[in-house]
């Protein structure tokens, strides 16, 4: 986000004169500590998962892949953080080859938790689709290793698309293919929504049958989109005002909210694991034992 920031930064001074409307900063310590939280919570899901074999599914794959995402988010901060206090201590060159390399490499952190989170998100959503419309036949057409390829290829492209915008980040196709992803996903999800409903239609009796876990994880990836949407939105129409109305006075007035549309991004990292825990008594158990078991040690 550093490219997002110094461009912030540069065009700034104009727009507070063409806006009344004050710079809104955030303490750096809340940052670090919602990103610290954060980090713990999803590292909580990761190890539930790796250490219950209950849950070693493809559905808690996916989720899995969402934690990392949540948790890249959280660390990308982290880092920013530990970054900006060396420089400040002194033991880092201002603009020097070292600090621009590492700036670059967390940038990239950044725009990989939220590739990571859409396509998470979107094949969490096939999923669903799947328990859902083709109950008998889900645990032939997602076997586990369909889904750890799935999960490979989404992270080795996610990984690739986060570099290359990294190093392409000051041009504006850069720019609207980053904020383009987000829309899309919402596009996705929602015709797969509107589809499930007119399926849902005819197959009323059908899905009637089908176990209760099926549906509950269908309003499970609900709300985590309306939390994603919730926390990214904000953010991503920031980078849009910036980069095509910097001087408009209602534009610049939304990007004095710069640090807090960047709060509910690291918020949102730290709700999902909640969600996750609050919908599967699974998980929930999976917590309370590693909690029971920290506390004997």
């Not at 539930?48 to 074999?53: D, E, F, I, Q, S």
């Not at 985590?224 to 980069?243: D, E, Q, R, S, Y």
Request: with cysteine; hydrophobic share 50%; charged share 10%.
């Amino acid at each position: 986000m550093k490219h997002i920031i110094n461009l912030y930064e540069n065009t700034n001074d104009t727009t507070r004169n063409n806006s009344d409307c004050p710079h809104v900063v955030l303490p750096e310590e809340i940052f670090f500590t919602i990103s610290i939280i954060g980090v713990l919570e999803n590292l909580m899901v990761l190890l539930a998962v790796m250490k219950n074999k209950n849950l070693q599914s493809p559905m808690y794959f996916f989720i899995c892949s969402l934690a990392i995402s949540d948790m890249l988010g959280s660390l990308y901060k982290i880092l920013e953080n530990i970054l900006i206090m060396f420089r400040n201590m002194g033991y880092l060159k201002p603009r020097g080859n070292f600090e621009t390399t590492a700036d670059d490499i967390i940038d990239s952190l950044f725009i990989l938790s939220l590739l990571g989170s859409i396509f998470s998100l979107s094949v969490i959503a096939v999923d669903r689709y799947l328990t859902i419309f083709h109950a008998l036949q889900y645990h032939s057409i997602v076997t586990m290793r369909r889904a750890i390829v799935v999960l490979m290829v989404i992270w080795v492209s996610c990984t690739g698309s986060a570099v290359t915008m990294v190093i392409f980040s000051h041009h504006i196709p850069t720019v609207i293919t980053f904020t383009s992803l987000f829309p899309l996903m919402l596009v996705f999800i929602l015709c797969l929504y509107v589809h499930m409903f007119l399926l849902a239609r005819s197959h009323a009796r059908k899905i009637l049958t089908l176990p209760r876990a099926n549906m509950k994880g269908a309003i499970t990836l609900t709300i985590l989109l309306g939390v994603f949407i919730f926390c990214w939105a904000p953010f991503v129409l920031h980078i849009l005002l910036m980069t095509f109305c910097p001087n408009n006075p209602y534009c610049a007035c939304y990007m004095s909210l710069f640090q807090v549309n960047g709060m509910l991004i690291m918020c949102n990292a730290v709700i999902d694991p909640f969600i996750y825990a609050f919908r599967s008594q699974e998980l929930r158990d999976a917590f309370k034992k590693m909690i029971l078991c920290s506390k004997c040690w």
